[in-house]
Nanobody, 124 residues
Framework: VQLVESGGGLVQAGASLKLSCTAS????????MGWVRQAPGKEREFVGS????????HYSDSVRGRITITRDNAKNTVYLELTRLKPEDTAIYYC??????????????????WGQGTQVTVSS
């Protein structure tokens, strides 16, 4: 499965941003999806994940309360909305997929398929 993220950019602190991840090559509904970010000079950090139908969603404590992950399998797309953005949210945001779609994981190593990432920069 090929994944392409979009929606990143430069925003001011306090703003909201909605990222998209669109899949091709496979039907996205077969996969559980995760979002991972990597800040400059830091390790990749799990942000959140959703099962194939959005029935179960897991958010990292670092963004809980500010994050919403949704998916539209008819459009083969998963979304990440992050509100009240902070400068420390600055990172490259990646979406990732794993099979089967009913398993939920926060372990980054469990995801074999990755997009190229989209840069989010939050100015203070």
């Amino acid at each position: 499965v090929q994944l392409v993220e979009s929606g990143g950019g430069l925003v001011q602190a306090g703003a909201s941003l909605k990222l998209s991840c669109t899949a091709s090559g496979r039907i996205l509904s077969s996969y559980s999806m995760g979002w991972v970010r990597q800040a400059p000079g830091k390790e990749r950090e799990f942000v959140g994940s959703t099962t194939w139908n959005g029935g179960r969603i897991h958010y990292s404590d670092s963004v809980r309360g500010r994050i919403t992950i949704t998916r539209d399998n008819a459009k083969n797309t998963v979304y990440l909305e992050l509100t009240r953005l902070k400068p420390e949210d600055t990172a490259i945001y990646y979406c990732a997929a794993r099979f089967p779609g009913h398993l939920l994981t926060a372990n980054i190593a469990d995801y074999p398929y990755w997009g190229q990432g989209t840069q989010v920069t939050v100015s203070s």
